[in-house]
């Protein structure tokens, strides 16, 4: 799902790096021989750019691997040549997390101490056990409802780190690469899983610690070596040519294959479209227990969108077994599908069937699929120009780890009467695991997230504004401005976002 790395301020609450250092045990067994690895790149002041010296680098699950920046802030950090330290570790007790279920076989412990810890660094949940010889499990899923991010396991006085990501260990047995620890003091430390045996031209940037939660540092690479893998999609200055992308105006039944799974979509051509020269395209994600053809139907934009022949997609969500019906993935719930690479290759299999302008591509959403167009500013910065979320915020989760690539306009609709997702955010009540920030949460975490200074205005639609952001982007929180919802029908309640503001801010926005 993109790059691994957590500000200071979020993970460091309560989990020391001392923790880290000495959890050399991932998962018992490891092989016995490391993989050859290394890493080298740059560390800069994510403000400024400068080069940052004395920046103190290390791995948290290799110990004795360590450096420090230069002068001109280059890094290089290596095993070659090296047995795993893995290797004399006690290989006897192993951990499996299984569907939500965390399992410690093969222990012999006076006294064992399982903590798990969310993303924000508090301990959710914690159980002790007496004179164990043999296995013990948690089913996590139900002590946390997914919310544990890491668990900690304490035996006899020593303790280990686990972290997790979805319902697997992050660091499994044959992939044992490093993670990175870029620390200096007065910066935000920076967090970095390495993806591949041998990575250059890092790029790290450490972001001063003025003491807020937001402020955080990051980690990027280029193109050819990122973790946060980009589609043929990916920008550029090349003119489009048009040449055999006229299509039949309708709604088309579309898929696309993703890990090996069938991924449907509608593509609507609106009349005015004639393929003749590169249109905007509008990505409108559906809400929980919807389809494609329901937002199709339910959402505003195509009103406005079809006269100018701009294309629009309705993605179809999954869901689990049990759960609320088809979703997206923007956290604990509601699907376990990579919906940001679904989404990556739809627009990527539409751009070849159709002229678009590539750096005028939006996302709306309507409650989850709010949600989800939150979550692809996050992720999909490179792809969306500008993003339009309705009735749903970041979640505690997935606002932990956001990082876009770069500042990106957002416009969110929210309701004060919402009691689907609630104004004031918090537990979704819904038993589903989300916790929300909040519209003004979310609405301060985006200004912060674009570097937007000043106090918010209250522009020509009404509504409040930060317009003086980084790079000229712009985020707008308009409060009880929806379109009739169904069942929560009224602006103030849970609504969809309100296409005749919500284009218009969309349109002016361009990728650079």
């Given at each position: 799902m993109g790059k691994t790395f957590y500000s200071k301020e979020l993970l460091m609450r309560s989990i020391k790096l001392s923790s880290f250092a000495g959890s050399a045990v991932l998962l018992g067994a490891l092989c016995s021989q490391a993989s050859a690895w290394s890493i080298s790149g740059i560390v800069q002041d994510k403000n400024?750019?400068?080069?940052?010296?004395?920046?103190?680098?290390?791995?948290?699950?290799?110990?004795?691997?360590?450096?420090?920046?230069?002068?001109?802030?280059?890094?290089?950090?290596?095993?070659?040549?090296?047995?795993s330290l893995l290797a004399s570790q006690p290989a006897s007790m192993a951990a499996t997390l299984e569907n939500g279920i965390f399992t410690l076989s093969n222990v012999n412990a006076h006294q064992l101490k399982i903590s798990?810890?969310?993303?924000?660094?508090?301990?959710?949940?914690?159980?002790?056990?007496?004179?164990?010889?043999?296995?013990?499990?948690?089913?996590?899923?139900?002590?946390?409802?997914?919310?544990?991010?890491?668990?900690?396991?304490?035996?006899d006085g020593s303790s280990q780190t686990y972290m997790m990501q979805g319902k697997s260990i992050l660091l499994r047995e044959g992939e044992p690469l490093p993670m990175l620890n870029f620390a200096k003091e007065g910066y935000n430390s920076g967090f970095y899983q390495m993806k591949q045996e041998t990575e250059t031209n890092v790029v790290v940037k450490l972001s001063v610690n003025d003491g807020t939660s937001n402020s955080s540092s990051s980690v990027t690479k280029p193109s050819s070596s990122s973790s946060k893998a980009k589609s043929s999609s990916?920008?550029?200055?090349?003119?489009?040519?048009?040449?055999?992308?006229?299509?039949?105006?309708?709604?088309?039944?579309?898929?696309?294959?993703?890990?090996?799974?069938?991924?449907?979509?509608?593509?609507?051509?609106?009349?005015?479209y004639k393929g003749d020269k590169p249109v905007p395209m509008v990505v409108d994600y559906h809400p929980i227990g919807g389809s494609g053809a329901g937002q199709l139907s339910g959402t505003s934009y195509k009103n406005y969108t079809d006269a100018e022949g701009v294309i629009s997609l309705y993605p179809d969500g999954t869901g689990k077994p049990?759960?609320?019906?088809?979703?997206?993935?923007?956290?604990?719930?509601?699907?376990?599908?990579?919906?940001?690479?679904?989404?990556?290759?739809?627009?990527?299999?539409?751009?070849?069937?159709?002229?678009?302008?590539?750096?005028?591509?939006?996302?709306?959403?309507?409650?989850?699929?709010?949600?989800?167009?939150?979550?692809?500013?996050?992720?999909?910065?490179?792809?969306?120009?500008?993003v339009a979320p309705a009735a749903m915020d970041l979640n505690t989760e997935n606002s932990?780890?956001?990082?876009?690539?770069?500042?990106?306009?957002?416009?969110?609709?929210?309701?004060?009467?919402?009691?689907?997702?609630?104004?004031?955010?918090?537990?979704?009540?819904?038993?589903?695991?989300?916790?929300?920030l909040g519209a003004e949460g979310n609405?301060?975490?985006?200004?912060?997230?674009?570097?937007?200074?000043g106090s918010p205005t209250t522009n020509s639609d009404g509504c409040k504004e930060?317009?003086?952001?980084?790079?000229?982007?712009?985020?707008?929180?308009?409060?009880?401005?929806?379109?009739?919802?169904?069942?929560?029908?009224?602006?103030?309640?849970?609504?969809?976002?309100?296409?005749?503001?919500?284009?218009?801010?969309?349109?002016?926005?361009?990728l650079p």
């Open positions: 400024t750019g400068a080069p940052l010296a004395g920046v103190s680098v290390a791995t948290f699950n290799y110990a004795g691997f360590a450096t420090t920046s230069a002068a001109d802030g280059s890094f290089s950090l290596n095993n070659e040549g090296t047995e798990a810890i969310d993303a924000l660094g508090k301990v959710t949940y914690q159980r002790s056990f007496y004179e164990i010889n043999g296995s013990v499990s948690i089913n996590l899923a139900k002590a946390t409802g997914h919310r544990a991010k890491f668990l900690r396991v304490s035996k990916s920008k550029d200055n090349t003119p489009v040519d048009c040449t055999g992308k006229s299509y039949a105006a309708g709604d088309h039944n579309m898929s696309v294959n993703v890990n090996g799974k069938k991924r449907t979509f509608i593509m609507h051509v609106p009349d005015a049990g759960g609320m019906g088809n979703g997206w993935n923007v956290g604990p719930c509601c699907s376990d599908d990579d919906d940001i690479a679904f989404s990556r290759e739809m627009i990527k299999a539409v751009e070849e069937k159709v002229c678009i302008d590539k750096k005028r591509v939006y996302a709306a959403g309507f409650s989850m699929g709010g949600g989800m167009s939150n979550h692809v500013a996050c992720n999909m910065a490179d792809i969306y120009a500008a932990a780890s956001c990082n876009p690539d770069r500042p990106i306009s957002v416009i969110m609709f929210r309701g004060t009467n919402d009691f689907v997702c609630s104004y004031n955010g918090g537990d979704s009540g819904h038993n589903d695991g989300l916790t929300f609405f301060k975490f985006w200004a912060d997230k674009n570097g937007c200074t930060y317009s003086q952001c980084n790079d000229g982007v712009k985020v707008v929180l308009c409060v009880n401005k929806g379109i009739d919802g169904g069942a929560f029908a009224g602006p103030d309640g849970h609504a969809q976002g309100d296409a005749k503001i919500g284009w218009p801010f969309l349109k002016q926005f361009t």
